[in-house]
Nanobody, 128 residues
Framework: QVQLVESGGGLVQAGGSLRLSCAAS????????MGWFRQAPGKEREFVAA????????YYADSVKGRFTISRDNAKNTGYLRMNSLQPEDTAVYYC?????????????????????WGQGTQVIVSS
C-alpha cells in the first residue's frame, strides 16, 4: 500500500499563496488517483480537489475553483496543491488522499469513501 506525507503548510496572510506537497512511498504514485481534502476547526472534512493518475483530469470544489491548482509529478512520486489568493476561510488542516486506479469512478466528485489512503495532514492558517 502507499504511504502519504503532506508538507508545505504554515501561516500566511490573506491574499498570499502556499504550495502543499504530498510525498508518496511504498508504491508508485502513478497507480493512484489523488485528492486533497481539508478540515476546518469545528467542521467536517470537505473535498478540495482531485486529479487522475496521469494528471490529465482535474476536479475542484466550487469554493477553490480559480484559486487552487492540483497537480502531480509521478516521476517524483509527489502530488501538489498550489493555493493562491488565500482567505481566512481557507484555514484548515489539509489532507492528501489516494485511491487505486479504477477503484472508485466517483473519486472526482470528492466522495471520501473513494479514497483508501490518507496522509496525516498539514496545517494552513490564513490571517486577516
Amino acid at each position: 500500500q502507499v504511504q502519504l506525507v503532506e508538507s508545505g503548510g504554515g501561516l500566511v496572510q490573506a491574499g498570499g499563496s502556499l504550495r502543499l506537497s504530498c510525498a508518496a512511498s511504498g508504491r508508485t504514485l502513478s497507480s493512484y488517483d489523488m485528492g486533497w481534502f481539508r478540515q476546518a476547526p469545528g467542521k467536517e472534512r470537505e473535498f478540495v480537489a482531485a486529479i487522475n493518475w496521469s494528471g490529465g483530469s482535474t476536479y475542484y470544489a466550487d469554493s477553490v475553483k480559480g484559486r487552487f491548482t492540483i497537480s502531480r509529478d509521478n516521476a517524483k512520486n509527489t502530488g501538489y496543491l498550489r493555493m493562491n489568493s488565500l482567505q481566512p476561510e481557507d484555514t484548515a488542516v489539509y489532507y492528501c488522499a489516494a485511491t487505486p486506479i479504477y477503484y472508485c469512478s466517483n473519486y472526482g466528485s470528492g466522495r471520501e469513501s473513494c479514497f483508501r489512503y490518507w496522509g496525516q495532514g498539514t496545517q494552513v492558517i490564513v490571517s486577516s
